[in-house]
């Protein structure tokens, strides 16, 4: 492992890639953040030494180096999945990459559904908390306690001060941001209406299929972290419908906006 990010972060390096602040991960629903970085330098995926390449056809697979909002600033413009067949520490590769060119903060994002039917389609909700249901660690590897300490603390996953400023932003800026514990499931097949129930039984007020990896392994290696998760559908097991893939990728779409808008102006104060 520390042979790979060793080649990967060279190469990267030869790249232009020149100590960024900050490490980003582009989920659904802030692709466009894109479009406001000045880009110094970029590098597909499937071009860097012992990177997984993405295959889920709306995520783009590109490490993007540039400024934004005057900081310098590395992007995962399309992120791993473990139902895409990669182990969870490929799926977490890529953020000790990002840590050994040099971030000292993760910022993420992601769609997930809303469980607690007090949060609606199309609004954000602010990660406060998660529950692991992935069904293993991107800790739990052999030698893991060579890159950082192995039995990793969790008692606060999501940087408190990131998400006060979060707050704060959201409130000025007239945007509905909700604050929930996130609930992180295999995929890809969604889930029944009796998993729903368990879901909200244990606490979980949102559910997806990332970042709960990306974050476990942002505090193995001591980096501050923070996500925003854009509700796309509600998941009432009372009045289940059956789900449209292409109705999520727009409810997605139409809250990127706000999105932007949150990661810009908490960027300014970082």
């Known amino acids: 492992m520390i042979k790979f990010i060793t080649e990967s972060t060279e190469y990267l390096q030869s790249k232009g890639f020149e100590n960024p602040e900050i490490g980003i991960i582009l989920g659904t629903g802030l692709g466009q953040l894109i479009n406001e970085i000045e880009i110094i330098a970029e590098a597909s995926y499937n071009h860097i030494p012992n990177f997984p390449t993405a295959t889920v056809e709306f995520h783009k697979g590109k490490l993007i180096y540039g400024i934004l909002e005057g900081k310098k600033i590395v992007v995962m413009q399309g992120r791993f999945h473990i139902y895409e067949g990669y182990t969870l520490q490929d799926v977490t590769f890529p953020v000790r990459i990002m840590e050994k060119l040099g971030i000292k903060t993760l910022l993420v994002s992601n769609a997930a559904g809303a469980v607690n039917l007090?949060?609606?389609?199309?609004?954000?909700?602010?990660?406060?908390?998660?529950i692991n249901l992935q069904g293993g660690s991107p800790l739990a590897f052999k030698g893991v306690s060579e890159l950082g300490e192995r039995?990793?603390?969790?008692?606060a996953p999501y940087d408190a001060e990131i998400n006060s400023k979060f707050e704060s932003i959201a409130k000025g800026q007239?945007?509905?941001?909700?604050?929930?514990?996130?609930?992180?499931?295999?995929?890809?097949?969604?889930e029944t209406r009796a998993e729903y129930r368990m879901l909200k039984t244990i606490g979980a007020d949102a559910v997806g299929m990332s970042t709960v990896p990306e974050i476990i392994v942002a505090n193995h290696l001591n980096l501050k972290?923070?996500?925003?998760?854009?509700?796309?559908?509600?998941?009432?097991?009372?009045?289940?419908?059956?789900?449209?893939i292409a109705e999520i990728i727009a409810m997605a779409g139409k809250a990127e906006p706000n999105m932007i808008t949150l990661f810009k102006e908490l960027i300014k104060t970082l």
């Open 174 to 190: 007239n945007i509905t941001l909700h604050k929930g514990v996130y609930a992180s499931v295999v995929g890809p097949q969604l």
């Open 118 to 130: 007090d949060f609606k389609k199309g609004e954000l909700m602010l990660i406060d908390d998660h």
């Open 151 to 155: 039995f990793t603390d969790m008692s």
């Open 225 to 244: 972290a923070a996500a925003v998760s854009v509700l796309t559908d509600e998941c009432n097991p009372e009045n289940l419908k059956p789900v449209d």
